[in-house]
């Protein structure tokens, strides 16, 4: 028995993005930019598959430049918008405490070459303000970068507002949107983003592919030189199959957002219900404006590498913030952003559920959680301390 | 590829002196919950000899599993080898400890320590001249 939970770390792959990927591995093996006819056949896959990704954000196909998966569209929408700054004199850049590490630390490396960054705060309940951002903006802030929706706690940010608060200041917009794509419906238009980044893996495509959209007229540098793939932009013969494979799940998962986002919502609810009955435990984030599969989790007085092992030996994957899952001596930089203490962040459990979850997965989780949680409870000095008196609950 | 060795899953699965002793003649906390890890080590000291051991621990699979095989180590033992427990010993015992989770064998021989010299600090008369 094996109950996958960890949806917002990678999914199970589409069996139609599977055989989609076969086939183009079998039958246009050609490199996109030969060309004779087998070549100019897998040139043809390619540029259906980018038509199929830009409508479903609706962008036009130019707009979309396949990566090799979200931390370097990441990276190049960054260190574009950087560069194109620096050439008119603006070095202030804007985004939040909570991104994902491809951002904060591209945003780091770009503050030693003398950038400033404001990182906007994300409140308690996991949301940017726009009045907040609007108050951060410079005369010389080249790019405003907020991520669309939360890996770790899953909270959506008001992308619509920020976007209209950046067009109005003339200034380009970056989104993170790889818990996003796939899941919420996004309009690069309507939402007024300039940039966007997008990974396969995280909606039952293939690992190592992704694209970044970038809106025409936007100057992209590029990373990696020596082709004149991408238009130019990301040299390297194009990995045609994980293209299409990234098209096909794409495809399939947003013909059924509606229905998924309706059923995984009720899952999300009843998850949160259940485990809220855990004593001195707190939901993370906006408990509404969240993804439609992500619960985040403290539990006070436990630590969540131990109650990960715990849950996999009883056959659940799920995830952590805890510094010992993270291989440093902090806890997540999420938690710490929405104001969690260290001691509660360590406690963090992540649950992130696909359309392929069912309620009786969800029952399974919660009658097990529990149990979990009350056993290394039962052996916790900080538990202990914590029902003795000895030290106050925080939760 | 398995994150710990058998020896550390079975000791986290199952870990041996899980509790506290009431009436112990030493106890030692280490670590804090900032960092993630607590060890409580309870001791029961008969003639010299560890007669009983007890342990809490707040803190990873490591942690966990390194506290029980520190008591395992211990128990039944007179004194003057639990003075010389050291965190290699708990880590050689469990099959190793990936490098990154060292720090939690040096929890569990500091846990001990302390609980030693609680033990002493109670009974001036017994340390070792």
Not at chain 1, 99 to 120: C, D, I, P, S, Y
Not at chain 1, 178 to 199: E, F, M, N, R
Not at chain 1, 362 to 391: C, H, Q, T
Not at chain 2, 12 to 27: M, Q, S
């Amino acid at each position: 028995m094996m109950i996958y939970a960890d949806n917002a770390a990678t999914t199970r792959m589409s069996p139609a993005a599977i055989k989609a990927m076969t086939a183009c591995m079998e039958e246009q093996y050609g490199n996109p930019s030969s060309l004779y006819t087998l070549g100019q056949n897998a040139r043809e896959v390619l540029e259906q598959a980018r038509a199929d990704i830009a409508r479903v954000i609706n962008a036009d196909p130019k707009e979309i430049y396949f990566t090799s998966g979200g931390s370097e569209a990441d990276n190049q929408a960054i260190c574009s918008a950087a560069a194109n700054g620096k050439r008119n004199g603006k070095t202030h850049i804007i985004s939040t405490a909570f991104e994902h590490h491809a951002v904060l630390h591209t945003l780091k490396k770009l503050e030693k070459e003398g950038f400033t960054v404001t990182l906007l705060d994300v409140h308690e309940d996991g949301l940017v303000r726009p009045e907040e951002l609007k108050a951060a903006i410079r005369e010389d802030t080249c790019l405003v970068t907020v991520m669309y929706a939360n890996n770790e706690i899953g909270t959506i940010q008001p992308v619509a507002e920020i976007g209209a608060i950046c067009k109005e200041r003339g200034i380009p917009f970056h989104t993170d949107a790889v818990q996003a794509v796939g899941h919420l419906p996004i309009d690069v238009k309507a939402q007024q983003i300039d940039l966007l980044s997008a990974s396969a893996h995280k909606f039952h495509g293939p690992k190592g592919i992704g694209f970044l959209y970038a809106r025409k007229g936007f100057r992209l540098t590029n990373l990696i030189e020596g082709g004149a793939q991408e238009r130019g932009k990301r040299a390297g013969t194009e990995n045609v199959p994980a293209v299409v494979g990234m098209a096909e799940a794409l495809k399939e998962i947003s013909g059924k957002m509606s229905d998924n986002t309706a059923r995984l919502t009720v899952l999300r609810d009843r998850l949160i219900a259940g485990l809220k009955e855990i004593p001195h435990g707190a939901l993370n984030g906006d408990a509404h404006r969240r993804l439609p599969g992500n619960v985040n989790f403290c539990f006070e007085g436990i630590e969540g590498e131990s109650l990960l092992l715990l849950l996999d030996d009883r056959g659940i994957c799920a995830s952590s913030g805890s510094a010992c899952t993270s291989g440093s001596l902090d806890p997540s930089h999420v938690l710490l952003a929405i104001g969690r203490v260290h001691d509660v962040a360590h406690g963090s459990l992540r649950l992130s559920l696909s359309e392929e979850n069912t309620p009786e997965d969800v029952e399974y989780i919660i009658r097990n959680v529990k149990e979990v949680v009350a056993y290394l409870r039962s052996f916790s000095p900080v538990w202990r301390d914590l029902m003795s008196g000895k030290k106050s609950f925080i939760l | 590829m398995a994150l710990y060795s058998e020896k550390v899953m079975d000791h986290f699965r199952h870990p041996r002196n899980v509790g506290i002793i009431e009436d112990a003649d030493g106890i030692g906390e280490v670590g804090n919950a900032k960092c993630g890890d607590i060890m409580k080590m309870y001791l029961k000291i008969e003639d010299d000899v560890i007669s009983d051991v007890k342990f809490e621990t707040f803190g990873c699979g490591s942690a966990i599993a390194s506290s029980s095989m520190a008591t395992e180590l211990i128990k039944g033992k007179p004194v003057s080898d639990a003075m010389q427990l050291t965190n290699q010993a708990v880590a050689e015992a469990l099959d190793g400890l990936p490098d990154y989770k060292m720090h939690c064998s040096v929890l569990a021989e500091e846990a001990i320590q302390n609980a030693l010299d609680d033990y002493y600090r109670k009974h001036p008369e017994k340390k070792i001249k």
